[in-house]
């Protein structure tokens, strides 16, 4: 049974740092893509972060570049997310996910994604 479980938020200051973890088992995923997406009240699903199954490649929502980092330990089937310089519009329930098909290329639309985790609740104060 494949399970993706986030961890790592909180209440952080405008300007501060957190770092969002998902620990994933239940699939061999080092040959899976994988992302992050949040969801703020009232709004929808939003692409975040992707990361290739190697971790050679990334790609960012334009809200974010420059600010966020994704990274993964494939030996610890582990995806990290690294936010800096956090604003308000940051606020969110942030989720972690899979992709359905292995080696695949980035993608921002949540379809093509096939197990999210539970999410993390990160809010950021003004």
């Known amino acids: 049974q494949v399970q993706l479980v986030e961890s790592g938020g909180g209440l952080v200051q405008a300007g501060g740092s957190l770092r969002l973890s998902c620990a994933a088992s239940?699939?061999?995923?080092?040959?899976?893509?994988m992302a992050w997406f949040r969801q703020a009240p009232g709004k929808e699903r939003e692409f975040v972060a992707h990361?290739?199954?190697?971790?050679?490649?990334?790609d960012y929502a334009d809200s974010v570049k420059g600010r966020f980092t994704i990274s993964r330990d494939n030996g610890k089937n582990t995806v990290d997310l690294q936010m800096n310089s956090l604003k308000p519009e940051d606020t969110a329930v942030y989720y972690c996910?899979?992709?359905?098909?292995?080696?695949?290329?980035?993608?921002?639309?949540?379809?093509?994604?096939?197990?999210w985790g539970q999410g993390t609740q990160v809010t950021v104060s003004s």
């Open positions: 996910a899979v992709q359905s098909k292995p080696f695949r290329a980035s993608s921002n639309d949540p379809v093509e994604y096939d197990y």
């Open positions: 239940g699939r061999t995923f080092r040959v899976y893509g």
């Open positions: 990361i290739s199954w190697s971790g050679v490649s990334t």
